[in-house]
């Protein structure tokens, strides 16, 4: 009787667990970026927990509120998150800043670098380990059929169909694919992207005006960021 009643209390446990499991994940957090030139909103990726608790943290901490988009290159990319960057004078040295902490690759092939991707930058390093605060948005371009073929064949990595088709139609950068983390993407303000794209650059890619940015965290009901902003949890 007694081993009965463990059994139960057991299976109780894990139903309630299971229970509790499900009401938690029926939130998540929208993160916002505000600039001069716009604002974008992101989710970021459970299967990236590493980099999704750093971002949130560092957003918490309003640790980006100030630093620049320091780095933004057409067709490629814009990058941020460098702490050197805050209140930086046009012609400072910046890109070289970090927190004094990386985290652990954590590189799926099911988060790829679509246009609107969020991924976190990173030195040469051989585990490719991520910065600890730098990251970039992915702006790329479109690829056709054939230069898909040819990067897949470099790359030794098969993209899905639905992967490929996204490329095709939306760009981004698959040549970053298997190298870089990406832990997020964005949901909202596409155009932002190719607004910060489009500023005059100086030689070493920095904006000739300073594009700084705000970051915060709200969270929303998953169902209220599908109906709002179309992202598809199921996906």
Known sequence: MKNKKTILLSIFCLISVSVFAQKKSKKDEVVTIKTDLGTMRFILFDETPKHKANFLKLADEKFYDG??????????????????????????RVGNGENGYKIP??????????????????????????????????????????????????????LTEDQKKVYETIGGTPHLDGSYTVFGQLIDGMEVIDKINSVEKDAKDRPEKNVPMKVSVKKMKKKKITKKYGWNYAA
């Open 105 to 158: 690759a954590e590189i799926s092939p099911k988060l790829y670098h679509q246009k609107g991707a969020l991924a976190a930058a990173r030195d040469n390093n051989p585990a490719k380990e991520s910065s600890g605060c730098q990251f970039y948005i992915v702006e790329g371009r479109k690829w056709s059929k054939n230069e898909l073929a040819k990067q897949e064949a470099r790359a030794a990595r098969k």
């Open 67 to 92: 630093t620049l988009f320091h780095r933004v290159i057409d067709d490629f990319m814009i990058q941020g998150g460098d702490p050197t960057s805050k209140n930086a004078k046009p012609g400072d």
